[in-house]
């Protein structure tokens, strides 16, 4: 079946611009995550959707990201006036539930900013 | 302390041989324990969970130390396919909390 899927997969953007990072995740999964992963380091949590819940936004770096999901289905990352450090793989996962329950991961979109 | 820790590496390790790496973990009621794999420039990838009585899969086997609180991941005849970084990752109280990963480089 499909798994998930992100667009775009690469991103180059000008520092300042804003830029929109789409996640799709696998039918009837009802907990979605985001990560960034910087070069050469670990996952770093940003936000994680689960249900009608409200999400758990505590790994955002920054009042600049930001982070939507519509129901069960897409979810929509937004970076606002980025910056070099900004730089990274974005990475979506999701999960049938939250804890205990394996994570699927798209193929990341890397955001590289000039 | 961090709530789950690996040794990075790099494990240099000849192509054949055994390899063994461990995953300490915090929270003594975590329930839920991952192997994952990661290729350079690639997403994580499921390899394996970890069950309390242990799991084999070819020729990975994982296991699981609830008194030391730590997880395992065995890989026997390595290839050199097998090189990738591996991270575990244990349940917290609402989603996965993930080690920093393990690299592992297999030589030829």
């Known amino acids: 079946g499909a798994g998930v899927s992100q667009s775009p997969s690469n991103k180059v953007t000008e520092k300042g611009k804003d830029v929109e990072l789409r996640c799709d995740p696998i039918?009837?999964?009802?907990?979605l995550y985001w990560y960034r992963q910087r070069l050469g380091q670990g996952l770093e949590f940003l936000i994680y959707?689960?249900?009608?819940?409200?999400?758990?936004k505590s790994g955002l770096p920054s009042d600049r990201f930001s982070a939507e999901r519509t129901g069960e289905s897409v979810s929509t990352l937004t970076i606002q006036r980025t910056q070099q450090e900004d730089s990274a793989v974005y990475l979506c996962?999701?999960?049938?539930?939250?804890?205990?329950?394996?994570?699927?991961f798209g193929p990341g979109t890397r955001l590289t900013v000039t | 302390r961090k709530e789950v820790e690996q040794d990075p590496g790099p494990f240099n390790v000849p192509e054949g041989a055994t390899v063994a790496f461990n995953c300490t973990y915090s929270?003594?009621?975590?329930?839920?324990f991952f192997w994952y794999r990661q290729d350079c420039r690639k997403e994580p990838k499921l390899l394996m969970s970890?069950?309390?009585?242990?799991n084999e899969d070819g020729r990975f086997t994982a296991q699981l130390n609830r008194a030391s609180q730590y997880i395992s991941l065995l890989i026997r005849d390595s290839k050199l396919s097998d090189s990738a970084t591996y991270l575990c990752?244990?349940?917290?109280?609402?989603?996965?909390?993930w080690g920093a990963g393990t690299k592992l480089i297999i030589k030829p």
């Open positions: 996962a999701s999960s049938f539930i939250s804890s205990g329950y394996e994570q699927y």
């Open positions: 039918s009837g999964h009802t907990a």
């Open positions: 959707f689960q249900g009608n819940s409200a999400p758990d």
């Open positions: 929270n003594s009621a975590s329930q839920s």
């Open positions: 970890v069950y309390s009585s242990g």
């Open positions: 990752a244990v349940n917290g109280p609402y989603q996965l909390i």
